[in-house]
């Protein structure tokens, strides 16, 4: 019995489409609230950060048991804190040697708010695409002395391949074509995923994880039932036991349908 749903956010749970908006559609939010009612318990796991997911129109009246925000490097519910993982003070100097060298734009993550250190035509364009914005942009000089949980380069593989050489500690996994997501080396959903199941008395047999990018292939390799979007990378379909229809043509409405029709939700 499936007692859990897991999903990451952006292309899967909220979907983008032509015109550019984006929203969690209205087929989803009454198939959830309707398994909600029955106890099934609903599980954010995302890249962004809290000030995001708090602020965004996207999430608005969308409640989760809990929130794996920053790819599981801040783990949440109303009440309390679960996890709060930074990344390593000498990757973040090795950082900013990269910096030093080539600047690019970034966003770096701390716990409660989320900040940049330049905007660029293109950098704001990709964000775009999600329905955000670059944030106020700052002085980065002192980065190794913050808690930074997270970063967020818009960067070419040339260039992560430099960034990685100086960050041994950290791992990064890409989500768009045109950013990464930078974290401690044992971070990353799935890790987040294995604390909520002990937090919340579950097991990995009794839930379900739904995602669209290479930082979803944790938590659906370990779920019993991993979902991959229809527009989801190659690489997650590889590990995904069941194929979803696109974000933005109802796949999680249509996935959820399918799974109720296959009775995975009754005991």
Same mark, same amino acid.
């Given at each position: 019995m499936i007692k859990a749903l897991f999903f990451d956010m952006d292309g899967t749970l909220v979907a983008y489409y032509p015109d550019g908006h984006g929203e969690i559609p209205m087929t989803s939010r009454k198939l959830l609230d309707e398994l909600r009612k029955k106890g099934v318990m609903i599980f954010?796991?995302?890249?962004?950060? $809290?000030?995001?997911?708090?602020?965004?129109?996207?999430?608005?009246?969308?409640?989760?048991?809990?929130?794996?925000?920053?790819?599981?490097?801040?783990?949440?519910?109303?009440? *309390?804190d679960l996890r709060v993982s930074a990344i390593n003070s000498d990757d973040l100097a090795g950082f900013m040697e990269c910096q030093k060298e080539k600047p690019f734009p970034c966003i770096f993550m701390e716990k409660y708010r989320d900040y940049g250190n330049m905007d660029t035509p293109e950098f704001r364009a990709a964000l775009a695409k999600?329905?955000?914005?670059?944030?106020?942009? *700052?002085?980065?000089?002192?980065?190794?002395? $913050?808690?930074?949980?997270?970063?967020?380069?818009?960067?070419?593989?040339?260039?992560?391949?430099?960034?990685?050489?100086?960050?041994?500690?950290?791992?990064?996994?890409?989500?768009?074509?045109?950013?990464?997501?930078i974290v401690d080396v044992n971070g990353g959903k799935g890790r987040?995923?294995?604390?909520?199941?002990?937090?919340?008395?579950?097991?990995?047999?009794?839930?379900?994880?739904?995602?669209?990018? *290479?930082?979803?292939?944790?938590?659906?390799?370990?779920?019993?039932?991993?979902?991959?979007?229809g527009n989801a990378a190659d690489e997650l379909k590889r590990f995904a036991d069941y194929i979803a229809d696109d974000a933005d043509k109802d796949g999680v409405a249509k996935a959820l349908d399918h799974f109720i029709a296959e009775g995975v939700f009754e005991s």
């Open positions: 954010a796991a995302t890249g962004r950060g $809290r000030s995001e997911m708090e602020t965004s129109p996207l999430f608005a009246d969308m409640p989760f048991d809990a929130v794996l925000a920053m790819n599981g490097q801040y783990c949440y519910t109303e009440k *309390e999600i329905c955000s914005e670059p944030p106020k942009s *700052e002085n980065i000089d002192d980065l190794a002395e $913050r808690e930074i949980l997270q970063i967020v380069p818009y960067i070419s593989e040339k260039e992560l391949d430099h960034v990685k050489a100086k960050m041994p500690h950290s791992k990064a996994t890409r989500w768009s074509p045109e950013f990464v997501d987040a995923i294995e604390l909520i199941l002990k937090t919340f008395k579950l097991s990995a047999d009794e839930i379900m994880a739904f995602g669209d990018g *290479e930082n979803d292939i944790e938590m659906v390799k370990m779920a019993k039932i991993g979902v991959a979007m």
